[in-house]
């Protein structure tokens, strides 16, 4: 199976011979969802941009940070994970690791970019067309979206091929599942990225392509997802899972 893969253009972060190391990590939007995001990003090791277009919703978005992590210290405390210290030097050392702005254009260095803001596609769309010319050309977009459409945010950003949708699951500091979803235009490379950098944060990825492999007879709907059950440890397969999502929403967001 995998060598039917490669011959068809396909890898997987393991086999990839070139991985991109993401060092800084840009995250639009501190609400329920990004300041999450901000959060692991930085727990993981990770320079982390936190992005608001306002002051006062960066300092909300911040104090939420604040919050879940001293929750995190006092349960590793309270379980024998860490001594206080240890926890009080593991909060320090995630806080150190993000930098805040309200202005997009201190992203223009950054290695990968996640928005979280509002799920208004005319919003998105409009931001990617102002974000695009700003921020380096190497780097990767990723649209936390869980409901529009990845090809209509790709094509406005101007990098189509270093676009993807990375969709966490709420709250974030718990759930283990992303999904990553890629377009015709994503760099396969691209991809690869982004599921490693998912599994430096700790996350199990999963990938819309496991869809492609049936339609193209790579492996049928059963050994797709046995392998992730049993190979990777998710609790259900990736076709089982759009499945339980609802067939009509992941389409949509293709």
Do not use: W
């Not at 300041?35 to 978005?61: F, P, R």
């Not at 919003?123 to 050309?137: N, S, T, V």
Request: aromatic share 6%.
């Amino acid at each position: 199976m995998i060598s039917s893969l490669r011959k068809q253009g396909f890898k997987t972060a393991k086999f990839s011979m070139r991985q991109m190391s993401f060092k800084k990590v840009g995250v639009v939007g501190l609400g329920l969802m990004g300041h999450g995001v901000a959060q692991v990003t930085a727990a993981a090791g990770y320079q982390v941009l936190a992005i608001e277009s306002k002051t006062e919703a960066l300092d909300l978005g911040m104090k939420r940070i604040e919050d879940s992590l001293l929750k995190v210290s006092a349960r590793a405390v309270k379980n024998g994970k860490s001594t206080p210290e240890e926890a009080k030097q593991q909060f320090d050392d995630t806080i150190s690791r993000i930098s805040t702005t309200t202005d997009i254009a201190d992203a223009h260095d950054c290695d990968l970019i996640i928005e979280a803001i509002i799920e208004r596609e005319d919003i998105k769309i409009d931001f990617y067309e102002k974000l695009g010319p700003l921020i380096k050309p190497s780097c990767v977009f990723a649209s936390n979206t869980s409901s529009l459409a990845i090809t209509n945010m790709a094509l406005a950003s101007g990098r189509p091929d270093k676009f993807v949708g990375l969709h966490f699951f709420n709250p974030v500091q718990v759930m283990k599942l992303v999904e990553v979803i890629s377009t015709t235009h994503t760099d396969k490379e691209v991809v690869d990225d982004i599921v490693t950098f998912g599994d430096k944060i700790g996350k199990k990825t999963v990938l819309t392509q496991a869809m492609a492999m049936v339609d193209r007879g790579d492996a049928s709907t059963r050994d797709i997802d046995l392998s992730m059950q049993l190979g990777a440890g998710h609790p259900m397969g990736p076709l089982h899972l759009s499945d339980y999502i609802g067939l009509d929403t992941a389409l949509s967001i293709l």
